[in-house]
């Protein structure tokens, strides 16, 4: 299985500020079936990035994806009052299908 | 885009059953595989089951192998989760998602809630 470990926790940090989000993995993710999804408070996960670098269908382009092998990352180049949710990374390439453990973001 | 609305869940007594439902509108249900994922609320997300476009090939986390069963029917665009011998761990909202081999999880119904107690 292949364990996605993401950093930091928490990140608190004010509108207009950079976010960088990172998930690193146990194995080698493949062809990089790497996704990140955004789940704001009581909502369903969002489709944010896949294949680790390319936006989902409505994303803007303040969200954007790196990273290849074990290293991926996040970055909201401008953080918005709304981007207030949990992200998670996600691997695709090997079942089980797993996620990271999430990182919240909050605005202050 | 498919729009996936969950049903089935409730309050179920351990080793109990439970049959969950997804429907889906839209004209690509047929297209793509689906998979199951859960969230016991206020923690992370664990894929529990996934099915391909043609329903030939399946595959289940370890935690329900033996126990849960997904199924599809395209004529009806419904994906379903029988979920057998529950356990306390399996309590949780269970979302459906379009996805599953080699694909993200693109669309996400709003969940259905399994509550596992005595």
């Known amino acids: 299985e292949i364990v996605l470990t993401q950093s930091p926790g928490t990140l608190s940090l004010s509108p207009g500020e950079r976010a960088t989000l990172s998930c690193r993995a146990s194995?080698?993710?493949?062809?990089?079936?790497l996704a990140w999804y955004q789940q704001k408070p009581g909502q369903a996960p969002r489709l944010l990035i896949y294949g680790a670098s390319s936006r989902a269908t409505g994303i803007p382009d303040r969200f954007s994806g790196s990273g290849s092998g074990t290293d991926f990352t996040l970055t909201i180049s401008r953080l918005e009052p709304e981007d207030l949710a949990v992200y998670f990374c996600q691997q695709y390439a090997r079942s089980p299908r797993t996620f990271g453990q999430g990182t919240k973001v909050e605005i202050k | 885009e498919v729009q996936l609305v969950e049903s089935g869940g409730g309050v179920v007594r351990p080793g109990g059953s439970l049959r969950l439902s997804c429907a889906a509108s839209g004209s690509t249900f047929a297209d793509h595989g689906m998979s199951w994922v859960r969230q016991v609320p206020g923690k992370g997300l664990e894929w529990v089951s996934g099915i391909t476009w043609s329903g030939d090939s399946t595959d289940y986390a370890d935690s329900v192998k033996g126990r849960f069963t997904i199924s599809r029917d395209n004529a009806k665009k419904s994906l379903y989760l029988q979920m057998n011998s529950l356990r306390a761990e399996d309590t949780a909202l269970y979302y459906c998602?379009?996805?599953?081999?080699?694909?993200?999880?693109?669309?996400w119904g709003q969940g259905t809630l399994v509550t596992v107690s005595s």
């Open positions: 194995q080698t993710v493949s062809s990089d079936y």
């Open positions: 998602a379009r996805g599953f081999n080699y694909g993200p999880f693109a669309d």
